[in-house]
C-alpha cells in the first residue's frame, strides 16, 4: 500500500523535481527505498548530479543508518561523499546550501557507522581530517559536533567567545570552575529551543544551591521573522525580543553571541546542551532536546560529585 501510494505521488510530483529533497526524505521515512530510488532517478535524468541530488541521495545513507544497516549505510554515505568530490572539482562547497548539506551528512553517517561498528578511533581520524580540510566551511559546526559526540566528554571545556553578549554579562568558563555549569546553546527560530527554555528554567532553580550556572550562547544567522536578509544590528534587537518573549524565567541567563561558540561546540543542531562538572570538564554532550527527568538525572550526577 505505502509503494502504491508513492508511485501515485511520484507521478504526480515528477514534472516540478523542485522537491526531490522532500520527496527522498519523505519516501525513506515511510520506509519506502524503491519509491526514494525512483525519485532520484527521474532527477538525475532529468538534470544530471547537482547539490540538490547529493543532499536527496545523503537520505538514503541517513535512513539505512537509522535502520542499522551499517554496510548499506557505508556505501550510500561513500556515495554521497564521492559524488560531493565531483561537484567540488567544477564549484566551492558552499555556493549553494544543498552540497554542504549532503557531504556533511555523508560524513556524519560514515563516522557514526565506524563508531557503531567499534572502530571509534577510525570515526575520530576521519571527523578530524574532514575539519582540516573543509575549514572554513557550513559543515565545520556539523562535523565538530560528531566529533564531541565521540569524543568531548571527560575533556576540559573550550572556553567561550563573549564580546558580544545579552543578558547578565558572561564570566569565563574557567573563573567558573568550581560549579557545575549548564551550556544552553539555542536560536532565534528555534521551536525546541523554546520549548526547552521552562525545563531549564526550573531546573536552574532546584539547583542554584548547589551552585548550578546556566550560559545561553546563540549567534547570528543573518535573517529573522520578518527579513530573509537582517543586518547584523536588526538581528541582535531581534534576537533580544525573542529573548524577552520566550526566555523570561533566564532574562538574567548570560547569553554570549558569537559563531566561533558553535563551530567550536559542534552546535549544528538547537538547542545542543553541554554540562559541566566542578573541575570544568564536560560531562555530558547533547545534540537537541532533553526531557526534564532526563536533564535533571544528568544534573544530579554533576553537582554530586
Known amino acids: 500500500m505505502r509503494l502504491c501510494r508513492f508511485l501515485i505521488l511520484f507521478a504526480l510530483a515528477a514534472p516540478a523535481w523542485a522537491g526531490v529533497v522532500d520527496d527522498v526524505h519523505a519516501a525513506v521515512d515511510e520506509h519506502s527505498f524503491t519509491a526514494a530510488k525512483m525519485y532520484l532517478n527521474a532527477y538525475k535524468n532529468k538534470n544530471g548530479v547537482t547539490g540538490e541530488y547529493v543532499d536527496a541521495y545523503s537520505w538514503m545513507a541517513r535512513a539505512s543508518l537509522t535502520a542499522l544497516d551499517y554496510d548499506q549505510a557505508m556505501t550510500y554515505a561513500r556515495e554521497t561523499d564521492a559524488m560531493a568530490q565531483d561537484l567540488l572539482k567544477q564549484r566551492p562547497l558552499d555556493a549553494e546550501p544543498h552540497l554542504p548539506l549532503g557531504l556533511g551528512a555523508a560524513l556524519e553517517v560514515e563516522s557514526r557507522t565506524l563508531a557503531a561498528r567499534g572502530q571509534h578511533a577510525q570515526a575520530v581520524a576521519l571527523l ?127 547569553v554570549p553571541i558569537s559563531k566561533y561558540n558553535f563551530d567550536t561546540y559542534g552546535a549544528s543542531t538547537t538547542p545542543t546542551l553541554v554540562l559541566l562538572d566542578r573541575a570544568g570538564k564536560v560531562a555530558m554532550y547533547h545534540p537537541g532536546a532533553l526531557p526534564y527527568d532526563e536533564l535533571k538525572a544528568e544534573i544530579e550526577k554533576v553537582v554530586a560529585r
Not at 558572561?170 to 525546541?192: N, R
Not at 550556572?213 to 543573518?222: A, D, E, H, I, N
Open 128 to 254: 578530524q581530517a574532514s575539519l582540516r580540510k573543509y575549514e572554513g566551511t557550513t559543515v565545520v559546526a556539523r562535523l565538530q559536533k560528531n566529533l564531541n559526540v565521540l569524543a568531548l566528554v571527560g575533556q576540559p571545556a573550550p572556553g567561550l567567545k563573549a564580546d558580544e553578549f545579552l543578558g547578565s554579562k558572561p564570566v569565563t568558563l574557567a573563573q567558573l570552575k568550581g560549579s557545575p555549569v549548564l551550556l544552553f546553546f539555542w536560536a532565534h527560530w528555534c521551536g525546541d529551543c523554546k520549548a526547552e527554555a521552562p525545563i531549564i528554567t526550573q531546573l536552574r532553580t532546584e539547583f542554584a544551591p548547589q551552585g548550578l550556572q546556566v550560559l545561553g550562547p546563540t549567534q547570528l544567522y543573518g535573517f529573522t521573522a520578518q527579513s530573509e536578509h537582517a543586518a547584523p544590528s536588526e538581528e541582535l534587537s531581534y534576537i533580544d525580543a525573542v529573548r524577552q518573549h520566550f526566555y523570561a524565567g533566564l532574562l538574567d541567563m548570560p
